[in-house]
């Protein structure tokens, strides 16, 4: 008799939107031990072939690899998946958390603060998801199945706190992470039910996001976490691993909190 426990069957390739550092790095990371190959999608950082290459020297079996491409371009989003269902086997899974956040007060924000978030948050989710549903329905590729898995935030429910009683001030980062987790819904729906969408919502993660703010805040937010700290990447991917896996195969336009019990209160 197996004693393996456990086992996330997990096959061809998966792509991770944000996959070279932060949370985004701890999901290549776990996909990468779960056997499947990883297709790592970044917009900028240098480092990141990298970063896939030293994932890839870990685990041998499999292939890891770091493709260059702006999320919020739709043309160019298709075209990289496409060239990674060729190049890494047949794409199964998406996790689409590439996000980023512009903090100041309400009234300073701009049009161009919304568009530098709401173009990445929800239509660079938006342009991956429909990349991946391109591969799938339009060219019958992993015979039209597959899961989406979309990072949102506990934001999407509350306003994080920079102290007592105070707002962290990024109402535009909040409401794209309210807006992304409806548009799962949505798409959930549509795309029933050869493909299933879901959203995984963390809590405060120790990652480039959170690292630059002040410490008194990072402290404030950590005291008032029930588990009383901030999570390791890693310990987000337990939920999006088994959210692409056959043991979701009955999760669909479900939104999954890890949040170290934060939404309690
Ligand atoms: N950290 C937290 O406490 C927390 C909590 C809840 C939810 N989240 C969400 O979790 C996700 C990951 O957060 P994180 O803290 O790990 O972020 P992070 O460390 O700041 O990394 C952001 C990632 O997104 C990529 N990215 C940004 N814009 C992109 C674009 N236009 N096209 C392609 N890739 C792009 C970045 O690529 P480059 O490296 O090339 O710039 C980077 O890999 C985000 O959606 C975030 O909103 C984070």
């Known amino acids: 008799m197996s004693n393996a426990g456990l086992v996330m069957k997990l096959s061809g390739c998966v792509i991770v ?125 992993n015979n039209g199945r597959g899961s989406i898995v979309i990072t949102a935030s506990m934001s999407v429910q509350i306003i994080n706190q920079a102290g007592s009683n105070e707002p962290l001030t990024q109402v535009f980062y909040n409401s794209s992470k309210a807006a992304v987790c409806n548009l799962s819904k949505g798409l959930a729906a549509e795309w029933a039910p050869r493909i299933r969408v879901n959203t995984v919502s963390p809590g405060y993660v120790s990652t480039d996001q959170t690292d630059h703010m002040d410490k008194a805040i990072r402290d404030h937010q950590a005291n008032n976490v029930p588990l009383k700290r901030f999570a390791k990447p890693e310990e987000i991917t337990g939920q999006a691993l088994l959210l692409l896996s056959e043991h979701a195969s009955y999760m669909t336009g479900g939104d999954y909190l890890v949040d170290g019990g934060q939404l309690i209160w």
Not at 74 to 90: A, N, S, V
Not at 115 to 122: A, H, I, K, Y
């Open 17 to 141: 939107t944000g996959g070279n550092r932060g949370i985004g790095k701890a999901y290549s990371q776990a996909l990468a031990k779960a056997g499947v190959n990883v297709a790592i999608i970044y917009k900028s950082s240098k480092d990141a072939p990298d970063v896939a290459k030293k994932i890839q020297a870990e685990h041998k079996n499999i292939k890891v690899k770091a493709y260059q491409c702006d999320v919020s371009d739709l043309d160019k989003t298709i075209e990289t998946f496409e060239q990674i269902d060729t190049d890494m086997g047949t794409v199964t899974g998406l996790i689409a958390n590439a996000g980023v956040s512009v903090v100041k007060p309400a009234v300073n924000l701009t049009s161009e603060d919304f568009r530098r978030v709401f173009d990445v948050n929800v239509l660079g989710v938006f342009n991956s998801a429909r990349a991946a549903a391109h591969l799938w329905k339009h060219n019958g590729v």
